[in-house]
């Protein structure tokens, strides 16, 4: 039994030499924007390391209410990071928006009309700093599942309304 061990556990050292690891990158979601951890000058740095790294690819889950203080607080990096923002095309685009929402709340204890309405602000805000922002995907922590019924209940309810 020692033996295989001693073999298994040589033949991982000698495979992990070989083996390449990728490379990662991590940007936190700074979830809760200034109200949570967001520091200042961060969004600067955010620019400055897209520019720096042309094939960086990142998604956004920042506060929506976040950018009126960025803009305050750091009108170079927030103008740096809206030059970046700008181009939302499938092909180049390279910022994501993943959570539109107000208040990016979890959901809990709301109603379907509560997080559309979460949806129509927080895009409305967004779009007020990005108008060019484009959303296609919608992630954030996990309670929002719970949620979906009652969002296709209300959206039913809606076209309903409509015709």
């Known amino acids: 039994m020692k033996k295989k061990l001693a073999i298994f556990v040589l033949s991982q050292f000698l495979l992990a030499g070989?083996?390449?690891?990728?490379?990662?990158?991590?940007?936190?979601?700074?979830?809760?924007?200034?109200?949570?951890?967001?520091?200042?000058?961060?969004?600067?740095?955010?620019?400055?390391?897209?520019?720096?790294?042309?094939?960086?690819n990142i998604n956004i889950e920042i506060e929506p209410e976040s950018w009126e203080v960025v803009r305050q607080r750091d009108p170079e990096g927030y103008e740096a990071f809206k030059r970046l923002f700008k181009d939302q095309s499938v092909e180049s685009g390279r910022i994501e928006y993943v959570n539109p929402t107000y208040a990016q709340s979890y959901f809990f204890g709301t109603s379907g009309e509560s997080a559309i309405r979460q949806f129509e602000y927080g895009i409305r805000l967004i779009r007020k700093h990005f108008p060019e922002a484009v959303f296609t995907t919608y992630s954030a922590e996990e309670p929002c599942f719970y949620q979906l019924p009652a969002l296709y209940i209300e959206v039913i309810r809606l076209l309903v309304c409509l015709y």
Do not use: E, M, S
């Open 18 to 56: 070989w083996a390449d690891a990728q490379q990662a990158y991590f940007i936190d979601g700074y979830h809760g924007g200034i109200y949570g951890h967001y520091p200042v000058g961060q969004t600067a740095f955010i620019a400055q390391k897209l520019r720096q790294n042309p094939n960086w």
